[in-house]
């Protein structure tokens, strides 16, 4: 294995903020790494340059401006102007813990995959709102246990931190169109061509998620939206899994029914799974109200994904629609 030079990929859009706090999260960095960053302004009409620009004479930085095209595209953009022989994908609203090299490095050289996955946490600067909403995205109890947290070949990383080498880029062509999904799709075309991935357990990012219950609701149901679609194109992904938020949903709507007409068990099982993540939330941040709130942002979680899987299901699977003509705004047009 040649030596790894790690170069950066973080497309962003607007956010010059969250890329001055990420990149004043690079300069804490330990070891002695050879690696670059590349930001690609994805069309932002708040250019993050100037901020990228105070940080120069520390990190080796590249930035390109391209015409919006969404983030996979930039980041086929960023990994094919890149200088290193494996790209670490970032979000912009992350913060790399000061030893997030040396794990990554470490890991690929006693055991080397073309891609990897690294799970997010919560930094203790996040705000009660980011820490709840982290714990849903996150815990075993909830749609996080979905997204997996084993330690196979066959991981399909998420693109805020993720890496892939640049021989697996070139042969698989990088990220399509779709989004969200496009990480998963990848990793699945990765896996049928025959490269290997795993997850890096201790190679977290701390995931700042800015956004409001509105926008946790439009995530996390678009999420749903795009499942149906990734299992129509890769069959041998699908699992019944992926259905639990749809039946949660409606068991949980079924559980009020029957309580009207005086039959309470199914309610009360809800309000002792209510209970218990409740109770783990509570022990995991220490906080009563985040614990509440971890509580309402399942419920968006589990409501949100299980509705846009069905909606999705039934376009999709059932009535043989075009993807792309039905949802239109789960896809991005390619820029050369």
Not at 24 to 52: A, M, Q, R, W
Not at 156 to 164: D, K, T, Y
Request: with cysteine; net charge positive; glycine share 8%.
């Amino acid at each position: 294995m040649e030596p790894l030079h790690f170069s950066f990929i973080i497309p962003v859009y607007n956010r010059p903020e969250e890329v001055r706090e990420l990149l004043e999260s690079f300069t804490k960095l330990e070891g002695n790494y050879e690696y670059s960053i590349c930001i690609v302004e994805d069309g932002s009409s708040i250019s993050s340059e100037k901020v990228i620009g105070q940080f120069a004479k520390q990190l080796d930085i590249s930035y390109y401006f391209k015409e919006n095209s969404g983030p996979g595209d930039s980041r086929n953009y960023g990994m094919t102007r890149a200088k290193g022989n494996y790209f670490i994908i970032l979000d912009s609203d992350v913060l790399l813990p000061e030893n997030y090299l040396q794990v990554v490095s470490k890991s690929l050289t006693d055991h080397y995959t073309d891609c990897f996955g690294g799970p997010d946490a919560a930094h203790a600067s996040f705000s009660k709102l980011q820490k709840a909403i982290n714990f849903a995205m996150t815990s075993f109890i909830t749609t996080g246990g979905i997204r997996g947290g084993k330690d196979s070949e066959d991981f399909q990383p998420r693109s805020f931190n993720m890496g892939l080498s640049k021989k697996a880029f070139e042969v698989s062509g990088g990220f399509g169109t779709i989004h969200p999904g496009e990480d998963p799709d990848l990793s699945l075309r990765l896996l049928n061509l025959g490269f290997k991935s795993k997850l890096i357990k201790d190679a977290y990012v701390y995931h700042k998620r800015r956004i409001s219950w509105t926008k946790f609701y439009q995530q996390v149901h678009k999420f749903g939206m795009v499942r149906p679609i990734l299992n129509t194109w890769h069959p041998k992904s699908e699992r019944f899994i992926y259905w639990l938020p749809t039946l949660f949903s409606i068991g949980f709507a079924l559980s009020i029914v029957l309580f009207l007409f005086q039959l309470k068990w199914l309610l009360y099982i809800y309000i002792i799974y209510f209970l218990v993540a409740f109770l783990t939330a509570l022990i995991s941040s220490g906080s009563i109200l985040i614990a509440f709130l971890a509580v309402i942002a399942i419920g968006v979680q589990f409501f949100g994904y299980g509705y846009g899987f069905l909606k999705s299901t039934l376009a999709v699977k059932l009535l043989k629609v075009d993807p792309e003509k039905r949802f239109p705004n789960l896809f991005f047009k390619h820029v050369p």
